[in-house]
């Protein structure tokens, strides 16, 4: 089984060594690395130079964004699975994707296979981590998304898909996975361990984006959760302003 690794950057010289030392640091070899920079301007690529023996694909150019970057590497992926990486991020130890390949293989009829993770802030530091323990209630992603770099997508989920980037900047990842499950009805598998240290410093956290963020979880409400999304407004409010009250009530209701 070959697992596909794709890797987006851009003016990541700073903390993409760490990244590709983490991959390379696998125990599984059989493993496929694909990376699209998006023409930095730093010293990323001559990083990347450093390490080309290790990496199966390589493109730098300018790109529409995050996700229009990752629909390009897909079409470049050989892989049986894929996982998404994103310059910063690492794997928890050296023996995640030998743990995972032993998980998908005794869970053949699963297609979205996925494991904790932790993330961790500018100093290296784990600030909280994610567990996903209510990953099987019809709502979960009503509120909540899995790390990205915590998936293992078998690749024919991809086959005929790809992230939508005309709606989607920041939450591609999470209409997908919605999509996934709630659409195609797709058998996922949660592994019992830590995949990824997810840098928290990126896009997907940055609050100056916050009018983009609430704009996009609309939309993914309003495509996979229709019959509660006019409702969806008092819920937000009360998530986040009542949220230790509120959520064990809200549990009852949303099944």
Request: one cysteine or more; hydrophobic letters at 40%; a positive charge.
């Amino acid at each position: 089984m070959k697992i596909s690794i794709v890797m987006v950057c851009l003016n990541a010289q700073n903390t993409i060594e760490k990244t590709l030392k983490s991959i390379f640091s696998q125990t599984y070899k059989n493993i496929e690395l694909v990376i699209f920079d998006g023409k930095s301007s730093d010293g990323t690529v001559d990083i990347i130079e450093k390490y080309m023996d290790n990496v199966s694909f390589f493109h730098s150019g300018e790109d529409k964004g995050l996700y229009d970057a990752m629909n390009c590497a897909l079409k470049r992926v050989t892989g049986d699975w894929i996982l998404f990486f994103n310059a910063g991020d690492t794997f928890c130890d050296d023996y995640v994707l030998e743990k995972t390949a032993a998980e998908i293989s005794k869970n053949p009829d699963c297609s979205f296979v996925f494991g904790y993770s932790k993330d961790v802030d500018e100093n290296g530091n784990c600030v909280k981590i994610n567990t996903y323990d209510n990953f099987d209630r019809n709502y979960f992603f009503l509120s909540e998304n899995i790390c990205h770099q915590a998936i293992f997508y078998k690749k024919e989920l991809f086959l005929n898909d790809c992230y939508d980037i005309k709606n989607f900047k920041i939450y591609a990842d999470w209409d997908f996975n919605a999509r996934c499950i709630k659409i195609k009805k797709v058998k996922m598998h949660r592994m019992d361990f830590a995949v990824c240290n997810f840098d928290i410093t990126g896009i997907s956290r940055n609050m100056k984006y916050l009018e983009i963020f609430d704009r996009e979880k609309d939309l993914i409400w309003r495509k996979y959760f229709p019959l509660i999304y006019k409702f969806s407004k008092i819920d937000r409010f009360m998530l986040k302003t009542f949220k230790s009250i509120y959520l064990p009530l809200r549990k009852l209701f949303i099944k």
